[in-house]
């Protein structure tokens, strides 16, 4: 049986956060999101181009279940698709859909992009997306409150790259669910909490997927993620 020791001596136990998956596909009637004109303004409006979104395997469904979403597929680290969630491009009820179970969402290989001191969690993936420019070591809860499966896969993932910290980046109006991840990751590794309404750095931004390339440069560096 394999643990994580954490700063605080506190061992983790991964089988803690066993799950069970469903079959997870794409469904046949979606199209890659960028040849697809609705989709593709939608998402040049975030700000990504067209080499980002075939990067991250971005779909698109004009019906069914997903109808007007573009679908963000998200697969283990055998590259089996475990989840996919759809957002809305327009107003609808439900901004997210999402199935399967979420994992912490990071579309990046470590062998990749290589080692890193620090890892950062966000909530939601074109957060994800927004800071991958800047800082490729970051990955998504995809929303507010993750579950026990997806702290130890944050857990993993450090130990992965061999984060010696984590930063904690959720929306403006999330700051309560930040500091409450802080006190889950705590026992196993140094966590930090991105602020950025402070005396010497107050934007007018939601989320990181709000922000221009120059904005997240600015944040990063003023809590030293970044030199």
């Known amino acids: 049986m394999s643990y994580l020791v954490g ?5 983790y136990n991964p089988e803690r956060s066993s799950r069970v998956a469903r079959p997870v596909e794409i469904p046949d009637y979606a199209v890659p999101a960028w040849i697809h004109p609705e989709a593709r303004q939608y998402l040049q409006e975030r700000g990504m ?3 980002e979104v075939q990067s991250y395997e971005f779909m698109y469904c004009e019906r069914g279940y997903w109808a007007r979403r573009v679908l963000i597929p998200m697969f283990n680290a055998q590259g089996v698709l475990v989840c996919l969630q759809g957002r809305a491009i327009d107003a609808q009820t439900e901004r997210y859909l999402t199935y399967g179970l979420k994992p912490f969402y990071c579309p990046w290989d470590v062998s990749d992009v290589g080692s890193s001191s620090s890892l950062l969690v966000v909530e939601g993936a074109f957060d994800c997306v927004a800071i991958a420019r800047i800082f490729p070591h970051v990955g998504a809860i995809l929303g507010s ?14 130990h992965a790259c061999h984060a010696q910290r984590i930063g904690i980046w959720l929306d403006a109006d999330g700051s309560q669910y930040a500091y409450a991840l802080k006190l889950k990751l705590r026992p196993y590794m140094s966590v930090y909490v991105l602020d950025f309404q402070t005396e010497r750095l107050t934007l007018d931004v939601k989320d990181p997927g709000s922000c221009h390339p120059e904005q997240v440069i600015q944040i990063l560096k003023h809590h030293q993620f970044i030199s």
């Open 49 to 51: 181009t067209e080499e």
């Open 7 to 11: 700063v605080a001596g506190m061992k």
């Open 145 to 158: 409150e993750p579950s026990q499966f997806q702290i130890h896969e944050i857990i993993e993932m450090a």
